[in-house]
T-cell receptor, first 111, second 110 residues
Framework: LAKTTQPISMDSYEGQEVNITCSHN???????ITWYQQFPSQGPRFIIQ???TKVTNEVASLFIPADRKSSTLSLPRVSLSDTAVYYC????????????FGQGTTLQVKP | ETGVTQSPTHLIKTRGQQVTLRCSSQ?????VSWYQQALGQGPQFIFQ???????GRGNFPPRFSGLQFPNYSSELNVNALELDDSALYLC?????????FGQGTRLTVV
């Protein structure tokens, strides 16, 4: 499974837009890019998944360039409750159970 | 709420003992995966069960074993506990789509 690289930590303030970039240089043709959010002492929670271009849901947007070697998770107008660890994963199509997590990005939102 | 339930929520065991952790998957999900998450690290894949058969295993020794039952619930068994087994153990269920995680079991080995 392709390995991902993302910043260890980020700081932001309430109301700002936060962009977390992830690199996945060895992504395969049938791989999807998936982001999870995890709060302390809880299981990870699915945020968004995409294959190419742009995907948007009620929580976030995911931007994927044409070469798919990187992706950017965009969180609009963050609040204190968005303080969490965010994981970028590359997941083969239909293989959602065998997830390979990195260290993730710890996002700290300040008042 | 994800519909995935794990029990117990917390557990303290002594080195050398055995432990069984349980997971009830979300209704309709036939695949269950188990993960170990040490403090400050991302979850590490232990193994996956699909329709009662092991369907993939991570880099964990044989003393980590599991079962999946006809109702797709699952157990994780760890024998000969070591101090380094102290972690949050997560169960995730899926059925071809996204994986839904439970709240985890916090295991402390002393």
């Amino acid at each position: 499974l392709a390995k991902t690289t993302q910043p260890i930590s980020m700081d932001s303030y309430e109301g700002q837009e936060v962009n977390i970039t992830c690199s996945h240089n060895n992504i395969a043709t049938n791989d999807y890019i998936t982001w999870y959010q995890q709060f302390p002492s809880q299981g990870p929670r699915f945020i968004i998944q995409g294959y190419k271009t742009k995907v948007t849901n009620e929580v976030a947007s995911l931007f994927i360039p044409a070469d798919r070697k990187s992706s950017t998770l965009s969180l609009p107008r963050v609040s204190l409750s968005d303080t969490a660890v965010y994981y970028c994963l590359v997941v083969p199509s239909g293989n959602t159970g065998k997830l390979i997590f990195g260290q993730g990005t710890t996002l700290q939102v300040k008042p | 709420e994800t519909g995935v339930t794990q029990s117990p929520t917390h557990l303290i065991k002594t080195r050398g003992q055995q432990v069984t952790l349980r997971c009830s998957s979300q209704s309709g999900h036939n695949t269950v995966s188990w993960y170990q998450q040490a403090l400050g690290q991302g979850p590490q894949f232990i193994f996956q069960y699909y329709r009662e058969e092991e369907n993939g295993r991570g880099n964990f020794p044989p003393r980590f074993s599991g079962l999946q039952f006809p109702n797709y619930s699952s157990e994780l068994n760890v024998n000969a506990l070591e101090l380094d087994d102290s972690a949050l153990y997560l169960c995730a269920s899926s059925s071809g789509g996204e994986a839904f995680f439970g709240q985890g079991t916090r295991l402390t080995v002393v």
